[in-house]
Nanobody, 126 residues
Framework: QVQLVESGGGLVQAGGFLRLSCVAS????????LGWFRQAPGKERLFVAG????????GYADSVKSRFTISRDNARNTVYLQMNSLKPDDTAVYYC???????????????????WGQGTQVTVSS
């Protein structure tokens, strides 16, 4: 398994932006597919965005398409989530997740991932 540490959360007004980062331990970062999930209070954890090991394949939840962008820097063992045009509904704890990449695809199912970060809080005020 890989160790993941998220950062970049905070309080922002609606319409604002944040960039989340997730740094992974290990020497084979490019061999992992990565994902971002979020969990609002009292709700289940949901997929936000995913990226393949190479970074060539990405996918997004419908609720964040055109507003959020996932990217990765394999030289820095880091995956990012750029979040623009934030809405109060985006308020949640955001989690980074990783799994070994056996294909060139990203993964959208929570149960596909074996490693999780501790989460970072994002709060969007109206």
């Amino acid at each position: 398994q890989v160790q993941l540490v998220e950062s970049g959360g905070g309080l922002v007004q609606a319409g604002g932006f944040l960039r989340l980062s997730c740094v992974a331990s290990g020497r084979t970062f490019s061999g992992y597919a990565l994902g971002w999930f979020r969990q609002a209070p009292g709700k289940e954890r949901l997929f936000v965005a995913g990226i393949s090991g190479s970074g060539l394949s990405t996918g997004y939840a419908d609720s964040v398409k055109s507003r959020f962008t996932i990217s990765r820097d394999n030289a820095r063992n880091t995956v990012y989530l750029q979040m623009n045009s934030l809405k109060p509904d985006d308020t949640a704890v955001y989690y980074c997740a990783a799994r070994e990449a056996y294909s060139g695809d990203y993964y959208a199912r929570e149960e596909s991932y074996g490693s999780w970060g501790q989460g970072t809080q994002v709060t969007v005020s109206s």
